[in-house]
């Protein structure tokens, strides 16, 4: 169910952690735990549009199944080296124990 506009519930926090990737039915988004904090983003790598849900999280960082580039979870920055724009990041929020996620997309300040 929707809360306001542009925001959609997604998952159960308590789901998120024992996942750390969650793909967002009906939408071509992530939710990712990592390091205890939750991070949304895009679901198609932006290199080479692989499936990002595939992937692995180390250190902060979003390692492509497809190359050996990976995206800063903090800003969506791309392995240095790499022809790509950053990977999309969207807003989250945390009301009791339900994830939202603010469906406009952003790019972060570096």
Known sequence: MDDEAGWIAVCDLDRLKLEAIVRIAGHDLLVIWNEGHVVACERACPHEQADLALGRVTAGRLHCPRHAASFDLRDGAI????????????????????????MQERQPAR
């Open 79 to 102: 392995t240095a080296g790499w022809p790509s724009p950053p990977l999309r990041l969207y807003p989250v929020r945390i009301t009791g124990e339900r994830i939202w996620i603010e």
